[in-house]
């Protein structure tokens, strides 16, 4: 029994952790395949591809925040060499999402975008979280991680904020059944809330040490 124990925590190696990478590539562009695959058969292309996305979007948020606490439930600290490609996606699929509203439903009119923007708060807590989502993207390279050094860590706690403004901009922009964006809502709260628990539970710990 203790060998089985030790040989279902043995970590992995690098060639395995290779090829998991590879494989959640090829997973994460399932949904992209999903969407080019039916959006010739929607009512609405436009908005079929904008609410596709956008639910996808927030799917790798909550999905790249779950990270953190399988590995410490798990044990399993390679978990985090996944986390980064999880984010990326989650910026992917914003991308698209982005440019689809920009694009496809105001033709690259940046008046009429900015004036969305400006005037509708769903697509204002919308541009934030993609402004700060590309942010994260931009420093998510090992450079940024050595240059920034300690302010890397704090930058990149953003993607509470993120998560947390996409939950927002998914329930402002529903209009009538929140059925969805409450889902969203209590999985982004657990989440969240066992973070609040964990770092609690530290700070109990080490002021017992410090006794």
Not at 81 to 95: E, P, Q
């Amino acid at each position: 029994m203790h060998q089985d124990t030790m040989a279902a925590t043995r970590p992995l190696t690098p060639r395995h952790i290779t090829w998991l990478k590879i494989a959640l590539f090829i997973v994460c562009l399932i949904p992209a395949a999903w969407i080019a695959l039916h959006v010739t058969s929607a009512v609405n292309p436009v908005e079929y591809v904008t609410h596709q996305t956008g639910t996808w979007t927030l799917n790798f948020l909550l999905i790249t925040l779950c990270v953190t606490p399988l590995r410490i439930i798990s044990g399993r600290n390679e978990l985090l060499r996944f986390r980064r490609m999880l984010g990326l996606f989650a910026f992917f699929y914003v991308c698209c999402h982005f440019a689809t509203w920009f694009g496809l439903d105001h033709l690259f009119d940046f008046g009429a975008m900015w004036h969305d923007v400006v005037k509708r708060r769903f697509i204002t807590v919308g541009f934030i979280a993609f402004v700060l989502m590309a942010a994260l993207a931009v420093t998510s390279n090992a450079a940024s991680v050595r240059r920034l050094k300690r302010n890397w860590a704090r930058l990149h706690k953003a993607i509470y904020a993120i998560a947390i403004l996409g939950v927002v901009h998914y329930w402002w922009l529903v209009k009538r059944d929140i059925t969805d964006p409450a889902i969203y809502a209590v999985l982004l709260a657990i989440l969240l809330g066992w973070r609040i628990w964990r770092a609690q539970q530290q700070q109990r710990q080490a002021a017992a040490r410090a006794r």
